[in-house]
């Protein structure tokens, strides 16, 4: 059967959405409501509730009372199997429309839309296999009066705050591992990207995912998403975002009830390219790692650090790359890098353009705000003559902007790469095993790429080291992340009395 094709101009009026709880939608009503201007263009696309505390409560009461009795968690692993299965049957069916919705809130290319949600679809079949899978350990080695057994329970009641970079994705790559293990989630997306998690909600539920089990609550940062860290009735909370609210999640833990906690924050990515490596593939890889997604990802390899003998000339390629990628309105099928998805992000970005000049880097290419008539756009941007200690080499800019710092010997490189407080991914690019090894264990990062990068999949885990996170997504490390461990002791035969 064909797919159905989709209208890919732009909404005449945005479109109403409300919010998903216990198996239905609820409308907006009398609540204030978010409009969504699409950053491409500038034009209104959606219109989202601004929820309520009590709204919140709703939401996670349901989820509590989906949980507690064991709609979703009693079932075999083979019946929440099938219901992932028909959730990526789902998310096939209306591929066209979700990559439409991500490209028309997030500003991201449309052919980039498409790719990611294909990956979805991915997970939700790997994460299938999970299901059925989990299972603990057994012991047969405490003597004949003992035997042990140890089990994995789903944590209960899932809180999940996604970010706005990678709408459906980040999504994507939590829900079908969350729900394998058994748990029940209460979502808050970004309040800027907020239609594609409605919709995902839409379509467990017509997979057949029990009512209560994935609940949406849509609304601000400051007010839901509070709420949700500091709900007492939420199990775990898993939070993708920046390092300065993921220290807020984790103070509202300590504050309530403990909750586990998962995180995914920033970080300062290096790509290490060794003046051995196949340089063309490197300059290649070492663009599409910052120019991705407008560099708004917290994987972007933003800090280049090359051997000094072929610095300059590895520069020059990386510029020559820049000048060839075709920026441009997202909804146009031939675009590589599309709008910067806030305003904030954008002036964010363009500040810290201003610092690395004020600092004293050379701006070897870029530096410029885009003007297609509309939206928001930055050119790819590269900076020569970075020290360690500039805001621009230290500090996440997430967006498409990349420093240039030389290195002489395989230590000063592994040295610079650790210079930060972050420890999320890191590449390195070379033809010596020796040194792609030795770099590889040395470099402290939660994802590592070989002569590539920013390569993923549902069967390797994500998170970081250092102050890039906590625990891991994806795989079956991701969904164990979503269990608990129960030790169980089982005495065979007659007790030996204690009182006699
Ligand atoms: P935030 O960390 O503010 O946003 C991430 C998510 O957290 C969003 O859903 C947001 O909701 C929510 N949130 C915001 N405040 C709270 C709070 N007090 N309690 C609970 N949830 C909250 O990131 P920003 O959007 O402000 O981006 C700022 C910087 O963060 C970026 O420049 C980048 O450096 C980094 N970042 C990193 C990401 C990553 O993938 N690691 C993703 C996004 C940003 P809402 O958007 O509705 O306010």
């Known amino acids: 059967m064909d797919k159905p094709t989709i209208d890919l101009s732009l909404p005449k009026t945005p479109r109403e959405f409300g919010f998903f709880v216990d198996g239905g939608w609820i409308g907006a009503g009398d609540r204030d409501v978010f409009e969504r201007n699409s950053p491409g263009h500038n034009v209104p696309v959606s219109r989202i509730p601004k929820c309520t505390e009590a709204d919140l ?39 066209e429309e979700i990559a439409y919705w991500e490209t028309l809130e997030n500003g991201k290319p449309i052919s980039q839309a498409r790719a990611e949600v294909g990956g979805c679809i ?25 035997f042990g057994v140890v089990t994995r329970e789903p944590v209960g009641v ?61 609304g601000s940062g400051s007010t839901i998403g509070q709420g949700l860290i500091e709900h007492d009735h939420v199990d775990m909370l898993s939070f993708t975002g920046s390092t300065a609210v993921g220290r ?82 997202p909804l146009d099928e031939a675009t590589q890098v599309g709008a910067i998805t806030t305003d904030a992000q954008n002036a964010t970005i363009m500040g810290y353009i201003e610092k690395g000049q004020s600092e004293g880097a050379t701006l070897l290419h870029g530096g410029e705000q885009l003007d297609f008539g509309r939206g928001q756009y930055i050119a790819p941007t590269l900076f020569g003559n970075v020290t360690r200690d500039m805001a621009i080499a230290r500090e ?51 994802r590592f790429w070989v002569n590539t990068t920013l390569s993923g999949g549902p069967e390797l885990p994500i998170g970081g080291f250092k102050q890039s996170g906590w625990g891991r997504e994806a795989g079956i490390y991701g969904v164990e992340e979503y269990t608990q461990i129960k030790s169980v002791h089982i005495e065979i035969g007659k007790r030996s009395p204690w009182v006699e």
Request: glycine share 10%; hydrophobic share 45%; aromatic share 8%.
């Open 57 to 95: 409560d709703m939401a996670v009461a349901s989820a509590r009372r989906a949980f507690d009795d064991r709609r979703w968690s009693g079932l075999s692993g083979a019946d929440r199997a099938a219901v992932l299965l028909k959730t990526a049957e789902g998310i096939r069916t209306r591929a």
């Open 122 to 146: 991915g997970m939700f079949e790997y994460a299938s296999g999970l299901a059925r899978a989990i299972h603990g350990d057994s012991f047969n080695n405490l003597g004949d009066g003992m």
């Open 158 to 218: 899932v809180g999940l705050i996604t970010p706005w970079n990678f709408p459906f994705l980040i999504l994507c790559e939590r829900v079908p591992y969350i729900l394998a293990a058994g748990c029940t989630i209460v979502a808050k997306p970004s309040e800027v990207t907020s239609v594609t998690t409605l919709m995902l909600a839409e379509i467990l539920h017509d997979a057949g995912l029990p009512d209560g089990v994935m609940n949406v609550v849509t």
């Open 248 to 329: 807020r999640v984790v103070e509202a833990s300590g504050r309530t009830n403990f909750k586990k906690l998962g995180l995914e924050l920033g970080g300062k990515n290096p790509q290490i390219v060794f003046a051995d490596a196949d340089l063309e593939d490197a300059a290649d890889g070492v663009a599409f790692g910052i120019g991705f997604n407008t560099g708004q990802c917290c994987v972007s390899g933003s800090r280049l650090i090359v051997e000094r003998s072929v610095a300059d000339q590895f520069a020059d390629m990386v510029a020559e790359k820049f000048k060839k990628v075709r920026v441009g309105d």
């Open 396 to 446: 996440e800019i997430f967006g498409p902007v990349l420093t240039v710092m030389p290195f002489d010997t395989v230590e000063q490189a592994i040295d610079i790469a650790n210079d930060t407080e972050y420890g999320l991914a890191a590449s390195v690019w070379t033809k010596n095993i020796d040194k792609a090894l030795t770099v590889t264990r040395r470099v402290q990062a939660g």
